[in-house]
């Protein structure tokens, strides 16, 4: 059975990091993309960054670019998420999901989410 278990959320001031990791098990880790996406109070639920099954092919929100960056570890069956120089406008649940293909873009369809973790940046 598919599990995404995320973890490494917290409270940071602006301006700090954080890396946030998710632990896959249940299905072959190595042939699925794996994606980001975060939810805030009141708002959708958005596509933050993606990443191919072997980490070549990398997809991220534009406003998270240059700050963010989306990693994985076909060994361990995680994939990761540093965030840096984090603003309150990313303050959300961030969750991580599995991709239905070797790729992970904001067009594409995700088939399973994690329970979510908590990232609060405050001013």
């Known amino acids: 059975q598919v599990q995404l278990a995320e973890s490494g959320g917290g409270l940071v001031q602006a301006g700090g990091s954080l890396r946030l990791s998710c632990a896959a098990s249940?299905?072959?880790?190595?042939?699925?993309?794996m994606g980001w996406f975060r939810q805030a109070p009141g708002k959708e639920r958005e596509f933050v960054a993606g990443?191919?099954?072997?980490?070549?092919?990398?997809t991220y929100k534009n406003s998270v670019k240059g700050r963010f960056s989306i990693s994985r570890d076909n060994a361990k069956n995680s994939v990761y998420l540093q965030m840096n120089s984090l603003k309150p406008e990313d303050t959300a649940v961030y969750y991580c999901?599995?991709?239905?293909?070797?790729?992970?873009?904001?067009?594409?369809?995700?088939?399973?989410w994690g329970q979510g973790t908590q990232v609060t940046v405050s001013s």
């Open positions: 999901a599995k991709g239905r293909t070797g790729y992970a873009r904001l067009g594409d369809s995700y088939q399973y």
């Open positions: 249940g299905y072959t880790f190595s042939a699925y993309g």
């Open positions: 990443i191919s099954w072997s980490g070549a092919d990398i």
